[in-house]
């Protein structure tokens, strides 16, 4: 049983406080607001304006505090792993190496076939089939079998779940960021009233913000989002209906070792 701890059947959370995600979430948002506000540097008898990513100012602010916010509210390896799901979404079903299995499971139920004729099951190698037969031959129960998947599923899930919900918080955090680059923008375009040059690039903040928010909102966050869901309706709807089939052919097996064991008491009378 201790090979089952080593494929995750039964899995312990190992989530962590990250200092370090925390100190470049913080760093990131102050850059931005930095990057927004600007600052007036003294330089000899005079004084300059230092803004960074200049050429990018609006972008940054939007795309830059969006990604600040989520680390702040997730962590460096959920973004990643976020990232990684979205790709693989593009270009694979999340359940496509499922439905050979689905199918060789249909097949053995009409033709009457034992589940024990599918895998070997002599160790545990992380196939979930040759798993569960292994359970199988390890006299484990039905029940005892479906706790053991329905934790590594759930486990699984669990991360999907997070992608969606950290995709669904870039969803609102950006245009948010966006109407608050365009207040920022409005106040330095009062503020610049008496020097028309500066009404140009305050103003670009103020339209730019709420534009870059709106569509990395709208056009970037939530259509990924739908998309993560979606699939993750798909995940779980397979694993039930595998395990359901598990379960018939499962208790055809406990049926005719039951009628086995009737036989045998019938001839020894």
Same mark, same amino acid.
């Given at each position: 049983?201790?090979?089952?701890?080593?494929?995750?059947?039964?899995? @312990?959370?190992?989530?962590?406080?990250?200092?370090i995600?925390?100190?470049?979430?913080?760093?990131?948002? @102050?850059?931005?607001?930095?990057?927004?506000?600007?600052?007036?540097?003294?330089?000899?008898?005079?004084s300059?304006?230092?803004?960074?990513?200049?050429?990018?100012r609006?972008?940054?602010?939007?795309?830059?505090?969006?990604l600040?916010?989520?680390?702040?509210?997730?962590?460096?390896?959920?973004?990643v +792993?976020?990232?990684?799901?979205?790709?693989?979404?593009f270009f694979?079903?999340?359940v496509?190496?499922?439905?050979?299995t &689905?199918?060789?499971?249909?097949?053995t139920?009409i +033709?009457?076939r034992?589940?024990?004729?599918l895998?070997?099951g002599k160790?545990?190698?992380?196939?979930l089939l040759?798993?569960i &037969?292994y359970? &199988?031959?390890?006299?484990?129960?039905y029940e005892?079998?479906?706790?053991f @998947?329905?934790?590594?599923?759930?486990?699984?899930?669990?991360?999907?779940?997070?992608?969606?919900?950290?995709?669904?918080?870039?969803? +609102?955090?950006?245009?948010?960021?966006?109407?608050?680059?365009t207040?920022?923008g409005?106040?330095?375009?009062l503020?610049?009233?008496?020097?028309?040059?500066?009404i140009?690039?305050?103003?670009?903040?103020a339209l730019?913000?709420?534009?870059?928010g709106?569509?990395?909102?709208s056009?970037?966050?939530?259509?990924l989002?739908?998309?993560?869901?979606?699939?993750n309706s798909?995940y779980?709807?397979?694993?039930k209906?595998?395990?359901?089939r598990i379960? @018939?052919? &499962?208790?055809?097996?406990?049926?005719?070792?039951?009628?086995?064991?009737?036989?045998?008491?019938?001839?020894?009378?």
């Open positions: 049983m201790n090979s089952l701890l080593n494929k995750e059947y039964l899995t @312990v959370s190992k989530k962590r406080f990250d200092p995600t925390v100190v470049f979430s913080v760093g990131l948002l @102050v850059a931005v607001l930095f990057n927004a506000v600007g600052m007036d540097l003294g330089a000899g008898t005079g300059q304006e230092l803004i960074l990513f200049n050429d990018f609006s972008f940054f602010f939007v795309v830059g505090g969006t600040g916010v989520l680390l702040f509210q997730f962590d460096l390896e959920t973004l +792993k976020t990232l990684i799901l979205v790709l693989r979404s694979a079903n999340p496509k190496h499922l439905n050979p &689905i199918e060789e499971l249909d097949e139920i +033709k009457s034992s589940i024990m004729d895998r070997e160790e545990i190698t992380g196939e040759n798993d &037969i359970m &199988i031959r390890q006299k484990l129960f005892e079998i479906e706790d @998947v329905g934790n590594r599923i759930a486990t699984i899930f669990m991360g999907r779940k997070t992608a969606a919900a950290l995709l669904n918080k870039g969803a +609102k955090v950006a245009p948010a960021l966006g109407l608050l680059g207040v920022i409005l106040i330095e375009v503020q610049s009233l008496d020097d028309p040059a500066s140009g690039p305050a103003m670009s903040l730019m913000t709420t534009a870059f709106s569509v990395l909102g056009l970037v966050f939530t259509p989002a739908g998309r993560l869901e979606h699939h798909i779980v709807e397979t694993h209906l595998l395990m359901n379960s @018939v052919l &499962i208790r055809r097996e406990d049926r005719l070792l039951d009628i086995t064991k009737m036989n045998r008491k019938v001839d020894e009378t």
